[in-house]
């Protein structure tokens, strides 16, 4: 993985919802909820997505309990609080982390569906028991690759963290989709979120003559860095992993001018119905967290999408309809599943039985003087094969 994804030590962090009876539905989530890298705003968005729907009478009448763990981006750590959540009896967990991996197959032999958000990490396209609700981490070299060229660069540039190992692991697999894809990969540069400048990348990159250059990091690094090639007087085309888009991006030297971005799902700015009805419910179950340009990246309304899934695999399988509910009824409703877009907010979801499930598709965004569009609307793109 390039992008880096970005929440207590062996025990639940809170939870969120009424009711912790038999007939209440439990769902854990493993959240990176503290440090540099954490998705804290993402566990926010989801408890916001638990309010709003205990307000309107819970799933097939069934109170939903949100259980929250953060393992502080410490691999024993997160494979504790699996144990944990699984012996709370949760009927799915929503994956937060970069250490499912840690994991992934001790809840898939408790039969546990791991439901979104992040869908950045090998499990989520590798595992049957992963259900990603966007674009996963196979089809992001593509992505990349296809939006700088739609940008019209000639060819790429790359910056990537210093911090997790998979950032320097992808820098193969990119240069050998950029060569297939006719946009070679013509530098690559590490870079650490403490140091404090990055203009010796940005000097190197511009002396390489890269046209776009793609930063693998988090939101914060993205700024500084196109900054600092600003103050350099060099201006690529910069691309960056949707789940790290940020309004702050709009007032940043550099990146507000010209940047290209493919998002797992429809973004959080884009004009939509689904959208509106996300942060009419944001403002009102997690108030100030939209209007805070730092916290409010795509990838913490991944996790919107992601309780909108668990919602449409819980009517689908009739979860609790019976009585107590069951994590087997979750599944049932998953795999029944076929072309499901959530409301337009995912491209068509349609998961398999028994087998891994890829998402091969994205939403185009762009920012170009300050202002964020989709150029393709709500239709996604997708890899010509998985």
């Known amino acids: ?54 307000a ?34 949760v009927v799915a967990i929503v994956d937060m982390t970069n250490d499912d991996e840690t994991w992934a197959s001790y809840v898939a032999a408790a039969k546990i569906p791991v439901i979104g958000s992040g869908t950045s990490t090998t499990p ?4 049957p028991d992963f ?14 690759v296809g939006s700088a060229k739609a940008a019209g660069a000639t060819n790429l540039g790359l910056i990537y963290c210093a911090e997790a190992v998979q950032c ?29 400048n990055y203009t010796a990348q940005c000097v190197a990159a511009r002396q390489s003559n890269v046209s776009a250059l793609f930063i693998a990091d988090v939101t914060a690094v993205a700024e500084k860095v196109a900054a600092n090639c600003a103050q350099q007087g060099y201006h690529p085309i910069y691309v ?6 940020s309004n702050g991006f709009r007032s940043a030297p550099g990146l507000r001018d010209n940047l290209v971005s493919p998002s797992p799902n429809l973004p959080y700015f884009a004009d939509s119905p689904a959208i509106t009805a996300m942060n009419t419910a944001l403002d009102r179950y997690a108030p100030g967290l939209r209007r805070n340009a730092d ?18 695999a819980a009517k ?66 997708c890899v010509t094969s998985k």
């Open 240 to 245: 960056v992993d949707g789940e790290i888009l």
């Open 131 to 144: 259900y990603p609700e966007g674009q996963t981490e196979q089809a992001l070299f593509p992505s990349i």
């Open 124 to 127: 989520m396209f590798t595992n």
């Open 168 to 196: 320097q692991e992808g820098i193969a697999p990119l240069k050998q989709t950029g060569q297939a894809l006719g946009l070679p990969v013509v530098y690559a540069g590490e870079v650490s979120a403490t140091a404090p």
């Open 316 to 381: 689908a399988g009739g979860l609790g309809a019976s009585g107590q509910p069951t994590a087997a009824e979750l599944v049932t409703g998953l795999t029944s599943l076929n072309g499901e877009t959530l409301g337009g907010m995912a491209s068509p979801l349609t998961f398999a039985a028994g087998k891994a499930h890829p998402v091969g598709c994205w939403f185009l965004t762009e920012l170009r003087n300050g202002a964020f569009s989709t150029p393709n609307g709500a239709t996604p793109s």
């Open 56 to 89: 309107a009478g819970g799933i097939n009448g069934h109170p939903v309990q949100f259980l929250l763990e953060d393992d502080a981006a410490n691999p024993g750590k997160s494979t504790t609080a699996a144990h944990d959540l699984v012996g709370k009896h």
């Open 1 to 54: 993985m390039l992008a880096a994804a970005a929440c207590s030590s062996g025990g639940s962090a809170g939870s969120t919802g009424s009711g912790t009876g038999a007939s209440t539905i439990r769902i854990g989530a493993i959240c990176t909820c503290s440090g540099p890298l954490n998705q804290n705003p993402a566990s926010r968005v989801y408890k916001a997505w638990v309010d709003r729907t205990n």
């Open 295 to 312: 916290d409010f990246t795509e990838i913490a309304s991944e996790a919107w999408v992601s309780g909108l899934l668990f919602e449409a």
